[in-house]
C-alpha cells in the first residue's frame, strides 16, 4: 500500500475528550493507521498482510466491534496486548505487533490510547488467518522467545539529557518504533540490540498485489557517514514533517510513515526526533569493496544514465537530482529498495497536500529495460562505494529479483 492518509471518524465518546484528542494524537504517532487498515479496506479494521521468514502474519481488527474487534476487551486487557502481548485469552502475540516497542508507553497515554479506540467506528471484519509454518504456527514457543527478548521495562528519562530529547526518545522508541525497520533482525526475528547495531539499517518485506513477497532496504539512521551523517537535525526534521529536504524526498515504504504520521505531528515533536535519531552513535556494517573491473563498469553506466542529474561528483544539484554522495538510502546495508528506485522506478506519494512534498528535482524513469542484471549490478555498486560512500557489493542475481 502506498502512502495514503486515513481518517478515522469518531463515535460516541467513551472517555473524556481531551483524553480521546490526545489518543488520536499517539496512534497518529505510532502510525497504527498503516498496519491496521488494509488497501480499500476500513479503518483500522485489519487485515494487511506482514510476509515474514517465518510466514504471513496479518493485522487484526482493532475497532471497538463486539465481536470482531477490541470491543469488549477491558483497559486491563487492552494493556496486556500492548505491554506483554498477550490477548485477552491468554495466547500470545507475535512481535510483527510492535509490543516489543509499546511496552515503554506510560501509564496515561496507554490510557488516552485505549479510550481513542473505544470511540472509533465498530467494524465488523473477522480476522484473517495466519499463515505460519510449523513449528512457528505454535503460538506458545513465543513464551520463550519472550523470555529471551522482551523487555519490558517503561521509558526512563535521561536526566541528563534536554527535555526534549527525553521527549525524542519516548516517541522513537515507545511510539513510532523506527528499530521495527531500521535496525538488524537475528535469526528468530529479534532486533539486535547489542554490539553497536541498533538502527544501522534494516531488512523488510512486504506484499504487493502484483509481485509477491517484496523485499526493502531500510537505511542506516545512525550518524555514521554511510547513514545519515550529513544531515542536519534540520534536515531530518523537515524530512519527517513535509516529507523532502535538500538530501531526499520521501518514497517507497516511507510515503505511509509521513503521510500517516510523522506530518501530523507538532514542528516541537518532529525536532524532538530528530535530536534524539541525531544523537545516536555512528555505525555501520559496509560489507568489501567491489572488483575494480565491477567499479569500472559501474562508471560508465553512471556516466551515461546517471552523471547529468547527479552529477560526476555525485553531488546533485538544487534543480536535477539529489545527491548520491553521502546518501543514506544509496548505502543501506539491504540494497532491495535502492535496486527497485533503479529498476521499477520511484514509488512516489499518491497524495500531497502541498509543493512542499516534492523537490524540483527531474522526474526519475525506470531503468529496466535499459540495464541488463550485470550493468545494474555494477552501477549501484559503483554508486555505493564512489565519492567516500561504502556498502556492499550489489550482484546480478540481487537485480534479478527485484525485476517484475
Not at 348 to 353: A, F, K, S, T
Amino acid at each position: 500500500m502506498l502512502g495514503v492518509l486515513f481518517a478515522a471518524p469518531l463515535g460516541a465518546a467513551n472517555g473524556d475528550d481531551t483524553t480521546i484528542e490526545r489518543g488520536e494524537y499517539l496512534v497518529r504517532a505510532a502510525n497504527c493507521v498503516s498496519c491496521h487498515t488494509a488497501p480499500g479496506g476500513a479503518v483500522f479494521a485489519g487485515g494487511v498482510p506482514f510476509p515474514t521468514d517465518f510466514g504471513t502474519i496479518y493485522s487484526t481488527n482493532i475497532t471497538p466491534d463486539e465481536s470482531t474487534g477490541i470491543g469488549k476487551w477491558t483497559f486491563e486487557q487492552f494493556e496486556a496486548a500492548m505491554r506483554r502481548g498477550v490477548r485477552p485469552d491468554g495466547q500470545h502475540l507475535y512481535p510483527a505487533f510492535p509490543y516489543t516497542n509499546f511496552a515503554k508507553i506510560d501509564d496515561a497515554d496507554m490510557r488516552a490510547l485505549y479510550d481513542y479506540f473505544m470511540s472509533v467506528r465498530p467494524v465488523n471484519a473477522p480476522a484473517r488467518k495466519n499463515e505460519m509454518q510449523f513449528p512457528f504456527s505454535q503460538r506458545r514457543l513465543m513464551g520463550v522467545w519472550k523470555a529471551l527478548f522482551f523487555n519490558e521495562e517503561r521509558f526512563k528519562p535521561d536526566p541528563a539529557r534536554p527535555e526534549a530529547w527525553n521527549r525524542g526518545a519516548y516517541l522513537v522508541e515507545a511510539f513510532a518504533h523506527c528499530g521495527a525497520c531500521h535496525s538488524p533482525r537475528n535469526l528468530l526475528g529479534a532486533e539486535k540490540t547489542g554490539d553497536g547495531k541498533p538502527y544501522t539499517g534494516g531488512v523488510l518485506d512486504e506484499l504487493d498485489d502484483e509481485r509477491g513477497p517484496v523485499r526493502r532496504g531500510a537505511p542506516n539512521l545512525t550518524s555514521s557517514p554511510h547513514g545519515i551523517g550529513a544531515w542536519s537535525e534540520e534536515d531530518l526534521a523537515h524530512y519527517l514533517k513535509y516529507g523532502a529536504n535538500t538530501r531526499a524526498r520521501v518514497m517507497g515504504t516511507m510515503n505511509e510513515v509521513i503521510l500517516n504520521s510523522t506530518r501530523h505531528l507538532t514542528e516541537d515533536d518532529t525536532r524532538a526526533i530528530a535530536m534524539y535519531i541525531k544523537s545516536l552513535p555512528a555505525s555501520a556494517d559496509t560489507g568489501g569493496r567491489p572488483s575494480s573491473k565491477v567499479m569500472a563498469l559501474g562508471e560508465k553506466q553512471y556516466d551515461i544514465h546517471c552523471g547529468t542529474c547527479h552529477l560526476p561528483t555525485g553531488l546533485g544539484s538544487d534543480d536535477t537530482g539529489p545527491p548520491l554522495a553521502g546518501s543514506a538510502f544509496a548505502q543501506a546495508p539491504e540494497p532491495a529498495s535502492l535496486i527497485d528506485l533503479v529498476i521499477n522506478g520511484p514509488r512516489l506519494p499518491v497524495v500531497g497536500p502541498s509543493e512542499q512534498w516534492q523537490r524540483p528535482w527531474q522526474s526519475m524513469t525506470p531503468f529496466g529495460q535499459k540495464l541488463s542484471d550485470e550493468e545494474a549490478a555494477a552501477l549501484l555498486s559503483y554508486v555505493r562505494n564512489s565519492w567516500g560512500n561504502a556498502a556492499p557489493e550489489v550482484k546480478p542475481s540481487d537485480i534479478d529479483r527485484m525485476r517484475w
